[in-house]
T-cell receptor, first 114, second 114 residues
Framework: DARVTQTPRHKVTEMGQEVTMRCQPI?????VFWYRQTMMQGLELLAY????????DSGMPKDRFSAEMPDATLATLKIQPSEPRDSAVYFC????????????FGQGTRLTVV | AQSVAQPEDQVNVAEGNPLTVKCTYS??????LFWYVQYPNRGLQFLLK??????LVKGSYGFEAEFNKSQTSFHLKKPSALVSDSALYFC????????????FGTGTRLKVLA
């Protein structure tokens, strides 16, 4: 059963520390998204890639966040330095190439910055 | 600018009664429309989508949605609600050309009362 895998599932870190979240998209999917979910803001698109190239990262705070796809099987989202306001659930999703196709979401990484 | 509106933060319905979760959208161009469901501590799960053709789309778990182009709406429906349908529901839109982004609504919490 193909699925998007995110690690870690939970992360508690101190303010100022670097956080790296990882995502393994479904094999064959060429579009990868990073979303952040909070009670206040709902679901926000941070960045997305197509064929490993970043297409849009306008939703991401550039000074501390970075997203990369080192290869087709791995996407990473880094926060350095982390701040308490970064506490949220971060979702990765992947999709096949067609415009009319749905995205498949991972189970998320719950990040708490203290 | 493209947007999706879910006007109700919460919908309460008695078990066995029909349910409707509302969604309206604003896009330039033709849309592809999606509904997702999120259970506690889970990622978003695809329910159904409208691409073209029949305005009534059937999806998973007995859900269906009606596309109305003149009202720019895509309301989610189910003839008979179950307690297990209680969850957070998201409507999303993607335009048919250009960007590959999904634009999500703010979500509607459905509570089915026994």
């Amino acid at each position: 059963d193909a699925r998007v895998t995110q690690t870690p599932r939970h992360k508690v870190t101190e303010m100022g520390q670097e956080v790296t979240m990882r995502c393994q998209p479904i094999l064959g999917h060429n579009t990868v998204f990073w979303y952040r979910q909070t009670m206040m803001q709902g679901l926000e698109l941070l960045a997305y890639f197509r064929n490993r190239a970043p297409l849009d990262d306008s939703g991401m705070p550039k000074d501390r966040f970075s997203a990369e796809m080192p290869d087709a099987t791995l996407a990473t989202l880094k926060i350095q330095p982390s701040e308490p306001r970064d506490s949220a659930v971060y979702f990765c999703a992947s999709g096949p190439g067609g415009q009319n196709t749905e995205a498949f979401f991972g189970q998320g990484t719950r990040l708490t910055v203290v | 600018a493209q947007s999706v509106a879910q006007p109700e933060d919460q919908v309460n319905v008695a078990e066995g009664n029909p349910l409707t979760v509302k969604c309206t959208y604003s896009v330039s161009g033709n849309p592809y429309l999606f509904w997702y469901v999120q259970y506690p501590n889970r990622g978003l799960q695809f329910l159904l989508k409208y691409i073209t053709g029949d305005n009534l789309v059937k999806g998973s778990y007995g859900f269906e949605a009606e596309f109305n182009k003149s009202q720019t709406s895509f309301h989610l429906k189910k003839p008979s609600a179950l307690v297990s349908d209680s969850a957070l529901y998201f409507c999303a839109v993607r335009v048919t050309s250009g960007t590959y982004k999904y634009i999500f609504g703010t979500g509607t919490r459905l509570k089915v009362l026994a």
